[in-house]
């Protein structure tokens, strides 16, 4: 069964700092990405990395957060830096994921983490 699951979200200061993580199972995990969703709006992309380490940004977020992952613990990390009050939503993980069961690939998301970065 595939399974993602996000941790690590929670309530900061502005200009402060968390680290998401999103542990996935099932299969073998090839793009990995962070979404986000405020209240009222669409979800929309944060970040995704390839399985080689190739990283995209939203520009909202360049220089602030990074993703990272590690293949070998099928996780990936979203560390973000540099909080603003619009960083707030129910972050999201996303993946592309090659079962282990019958070698089919599918889209799979995590359950969603709130962050929230009061002013």
């Known amino acids: 069964q595939v399974q993602l699951v996000e941790s690590g979200g929670g309530l900061v200061q502005a200009g402060g700092s968390l680290r998401l993580s999103c542990v996935a199972s099932?299969?073998?995990?090839?793009?990995m990405g962070w979404y986000r969703q405020a209240p009222g709006k669409q979800r929309d992309v944060v970040a995704a990395?390839?399985?080689?380490?190739?990283?995209n940004y939203a520009d909202s977020v360049k220089g602030r957060f990074t993703i990272t992952r590690d293949n070998a613990k099928n996780t990936v990390y979203l560390q973000m830096n540099s909080l603003k009050p619009e960083d707030t939503a129910v972050y999201y993980c996303?993946?592309?994921?090659?079962?282990?069961?019958?070698?089919?690939?599918?889209?799979?998301w995590g359950q969603g983490t709130q962050v929230t970065v009061d002013s």
């Open positions: 099932g299969g073998i995990v090839t793009i």
């Open positions: 996303n993946a592309d994921i090659v079962k282990y069961t019958d070698l089919r690939s599918n889209n799979y």
């Open positions: 990395i390839t399985r080689s380490g190739s990283a």
